[in-house]
């Protein structure tokens, strides 16, 4: 049967032949990589994974404490232990100088102090003994100026040159092996291992194939990177070094800190070797070459994050410090009046401040006043007030107007961008007679058997809010036993309420007393306190809160 005829159509020949389709020249598709190179690059993703979320986790750390015990956490998973310490021994010789524990008691942690220090593992870092001779590491780049790098004891109890105290301790608390690493911020890798460092060219028959190169079929035109000897590959060993990831060629540790991180820690921050780690095992072992080098590099970046945090806890202590200084050391003992008081600084360091002053004819002066700002600025600001309020006491402290009037002038000329609330009080303890003069402060309150009522002294704005500054004065006669409180906003705004309930939360402490503290202006306080904090003593121990918590000043006289 013939096949049928095409139609003809205007125009078009079907005679003529129909052209030929040019095909596009089939490629033949690219080897695929090495399955060693394939795991390879997969370990190294989840390394640089495992990396991140550990370091996402420490840099959250805010304080001193939870940095460490971060850093025991994230280290016991990486090595693959249950238990661990830190030591902390800044090289430097500031301090702070602490231990913390990972599933380890202060029991625990007194008996492993027990242990000499030249055969503990932290200790060994902390004293920075030369890397002894060891056989399994032949080959491997010794530490930078002749430090220890790591200290392993892989098995305690058979180790023969071992410290008996040591073997004896580790019986006790049942550990049997032993990694510890050096916390120093500018310690580069200490050896080039498989992982992270390096990529060492596939294995001949590495894919199972048993060829000579270990490539797969077809593989020939596009050879696996850092082949020896083939153009266009860059080499492990020619490969340039990746700052912070030890990527690259196998280079000495360096000798000077980087700029960054050293602009990152500050130059005033702690220099050197920060302390050691330790990690526990409870069966004979070590960690694999891997986790070596993966501890190394997190310990390095927690170390950095820890000289912050170092630096930063020793300014603070600095503002502190000089803080307290600025304030009297002890109370005065004046015959009919007995004085108790509490500061807490909040984190920052603020411009509160209180005092008791003798003066003549038997009177005592009492003040408490604060400072706008915060940080060491404020803290100087307040100390020269304080000062001069002194000695403006001395000279007219019967009229606490013309006291704070002469302070208030002094603020202005001496400190125009600056304003500050004060409560002076003038007590005749002989008498119990109290002459007091506010300017924008908190009214103190008088508490005892029969009362509990505020003294009402803020009918004036701050110091250095007006041109001229006017208030009038007080005179009070507290009774035998009642107790006069003085205050500063911080211990109101700590109860994290609004203003008129912290005012009566304080009212509500102090007339709810026992009998057996009132008389007790120390045990007074303290229930104050414990009464009006939400988180009680805790609340008043001046740590820093996510808020940032004030200033707290709770000054008590109680008049016999």
């Known amino acids: 049967m013939n096949a049928p005829h095409a139609p003809k159509v205007a125009g078009i020949d079907p005679s003529l032949p129909s052209p030929t389709h040019t095909a596009d020249p089939v490629t033949p598709p690219l080897a695929a990589p090495n399955s060693g190179v394939q795991d390879r690059l997969a370990g190294w993703v989840s390394d640089l994974t495992t990396l991140h979320e550990l370091t996402e986790r420490l840099v959250r750390t805010d304080t001193l404490d939870e940095a460490l015990r971060e850093l025991l956490r994230a280290g016991a998973s990486l090595v693959g232990a249950r238990r661990g310490l830190v030591a902390?021994?800044?090289?430097?010789?500031?301090?702070?100088?602490?231990?913390?524990?990972?599933?380890?008691?202060?029991?625990?942690?007194?008996?492993?102090?027990?242990?000499?220090?030249?055969?503990?593992?932290?200790?060994?870092?902390?004293?920075?003994?030369?890397?002894?001779?060891?056989?399994?590491?032949?080959?491997?780049?010794?530490?930078?100026?002749?430090?220890?790098?790591?200290?392993?004891?892989?098995?305690?109890a058979g180790e023969a040159d071992l410290d008996p105290r040591?073997?004896?301790?580790?019986?006790?608390?049942g550990f049997a092996a032993s990694y510890a690493v050096p916390l120093d911020p500018f310690r580069a890798t200490p050896r080039t291992t498989p992982g992270l460092s390096a990529i060492p060219p596939p294995a001949p028959g590495a894919d199972g194939s048993g060829g000579g190169t270990g490539s797969p079929a077809g593989a020939v035109d596009h050879p696996a990177p850092g082949t020896p000897g083939v153009p266009g590959t860059t080499s492990v060993t020619d490969a340039p070094p990746v700052p912070g990831t030890g990527?690259?060629?196998?280079?000495?540790?360096?000798?000077?800190?980087?700029?960054?991180?050293?602009?990152?820690?500050?130059?005033?921050?702690?220099?050197?070797?920060?302390?050691?780690?330790?990690?526990?095992?409870?069966?004979?072992?070590?960690?694999?070459?891997r986790q070596r080098h993966l501890v190394g590099l997190y310990c390095q970046y927690a170390a950095a994050h820890i000289a912050r945090l170092i630096e930063l806890s020793r300014a603070r202590a600095a503002v502190a410090t000089v803080h307290e200084e600025l304030l009297p050391t002890r109370l005065p003992r004046v015959p009919g009046v007995?004085?108790?008081v509490r500061h807490h600084p909040g984190p920052h360091g603020g411009g509160d401040w209180y005092d008791a002053l003798p003066l003549p004819d038997g009177a005592l002066g009492l003040s408490v006043g604060g400072v706008s700002g915060s940080g060491p600025s404020a803290v100087v600001a307040m100390g020269r007030l304080r000062a001069s309020l002194r000695a403006y006491a001395v000279m007219e402290g019967e009229d606490p107007v013309a006291v704070l009037s002469d302070l208030e002038l002094l603020l202005r000329l001496t400190e125009p961008a600056r304003s500050a609330t004060a409560l002076f009080a003038y007590?005749?303890?002989?008498?119990?007679?109290v002459v007091l003069a506010g300017a924008g402060h908190c009214p103190p309150l008088l508490t005892g058997e029969r009362r509990t009522e505020f003294v009402e002294t803020t009918l004036s704005a701050p110091l250095g809010m007006l041109s001229c500054w006017e208030a009038p004065s007080v005179e009070v006669a507290p009774s035998s036993g009642e107790t006069l409180l003085f205050y500063s906003d911080g211990l109101l705004h700590r109860t994290g309420e609004p203003m008129d309930r912290a005012f009566a939360r304080l009212h509500t402490a102090a007339a709810s007393a026992p009998k057996g503290v009132r008389g007790d202006p120390d045990a007074f306080a303290d229930h104050v306190l414990r009464t009006v904090l939400p988180d009680g003593p805790a609340a008043s121990a001046g740590r820093p809160s996510e808020?940032?918590?004030?200033?707290?000043?709770?000054l008590v006289a109680h008049f016999d």
């Open 88 to 156: 902390l021994e800044p090289a430097d010789g500031l301090g702070p100088v602490i231990t913390v524990g990972l599933g380890l008691g202060h029991a625990d942690l007194g008996q492993i102090e027990t242990i000499p220090r030249g055969s503990a593992s932290a200790g060994h870092l902390l004293d920075g003994l030369p890397e002894p001779d060891d056989e399994g590491r032949a080959g491997l780049p010794e530490p930078a100026g002749g430090r220890r790098a790591d200290v392993t004891h892989p098995d305690i």
């Open 166 to 173: 040591h073997r004896e301790v580790a019986a006790r608390l």
């Open 247 to 289: 990527h690259g060629r196998d280079t000495a540790p360096a000798a000077a800190p980087s700029s960054g991180l050293t602009a990152a820690m500050g130059a005033d921050g702690p220099s050197g070797r920060l302390g050691g780690a330790a990690w526990l095992y409870d069966e004979p072992a070590e960690p694999a070459e």
């Open 338 to 340: 007995r004085l108790a």
């Open 427 to 433: 007590c005749e303890p002989g008498t119990r007679k």
């Open 547 to 554: 808020d940032g918590a004030e200033d707290l000043v709770l």
